[in-house]
């Protein structure tokens, strides 16, 4: 089972490095498709809803809380739909009307509230996150988009010593997209693993069966940061395990 951190998580400048960038705060990747989908369905002023991102939030529920699927929703904003979203971020929904001129798909026929919906008012979001335990004596803190998070003692020293490499050769600052996309107790990534059996959340192990339980995964923030880790990372121990362009594991 893939994974797919719940919060982007905002970040560093784009760089030349990176084929394409995306940021976590909502930034669309720079493909020339993508900007042409932006041009295209970017909200007329004035008419869209604004709804600010709270926590525990994903681009999915957002778009279930206001009749639309993800897609839609992240191609009225120019982005794609697996773009990270974080606390305080600001996402514009259109209305039924917009999106029908714009041929976006909707989950339902009704506009959106003109009041800020959060995941907790979607009667599909049943689980409560799970407040983050005392790091244990193993774990070292890390930075990350949304505060401190942590990894491996071990695994944060090479973490580091490659976030300085990445600085000082590629100008790229290294950062985990949030405090859950590094270490993760039984129960956080319990409630990340019901979010995805609920549908409302991104894919996710099942307890006990995640690298990020061991302090030993990172899910960084950007394509741009991603793109300097498959590079260097090799030589710090950190290869990608799977798949997912953000996920990547200390194997040591």
């Known amino acids: 089972m893939s994974e797919f951190p719940p919060h982007v998580d905002a970040s560093p400048t784009p760089t030349a490095f990176a084929p394409m960038r995306r940021r ?3 930034v669309a990747g720079g493909t020339l498709s993508a900007l042409a989908t932006a041009a295209i369905l970017a909200p007329p002023a004035g008419a869209a809803v604004e ?3 709270v926590s525990g939030e994903t681009l999915s529920s957002i778009a279930a809380a206001n009749g639309y699927d993800a897609s839609a929703l992240a191609s009225w904003n120019g982005i794609s739909a697996e773009t990270y979203v974080v606390e305080g971020q600001t996402l514009q929904v259109p209305t039924a009307d917009e999106a029908a001129a714009a041929g976006l798909t909707t989950a339902t026929a009704t506009s959106p509230d003109t009041t800020t919906t959060t995941a907790s008012s979607d009667p599909t979001v049943a689980p409560t996150e799970p407040a983050a335990p005392a790091p244990a004596s193993w774990l070292a803190p890390v930075q990350t988009l949304e505060g401190t ?3 491996d003692a071990g695994v944060a020293a090479a973490w580091e010593q490659m976030r300085q490499d ?8 290294l950062m985990p997209a949030g ?14 693993y019901d979010l995805f059996l609920s549908g409302i959340g991104a894919p996710a192990n099942p307890p006990g069966s995640s690298a990020h339980e061991r302090g030993v995964a990172v899910d960084v923030a950007s394509e741009d940061m991603a793109a300097v880790v498959s590079e260097i990372g090799p030589n710090y121990g950190f290869v990608q395990t799977t798949e997912e362009w953000w996920h990547f594991e200390w194997t040591g």
Request: hydrophobic fraction near 40%; proline fraction near 0%; charge should be negative.
């Open 166 to 173: 990445a600085l000082a050769n590629y100008g790229v600052d």
């Open 149 to 151: 998070g942590y990894l």
């Open 51 to 53: 709804h600010t991102v």
């Open 179 to 192: 405090t859950l996309s590094v270490y993760r107790s039984s129960e956080q990534q319990s409630y990340l």
């Open 24 to 26: 976590v705060a909502a």
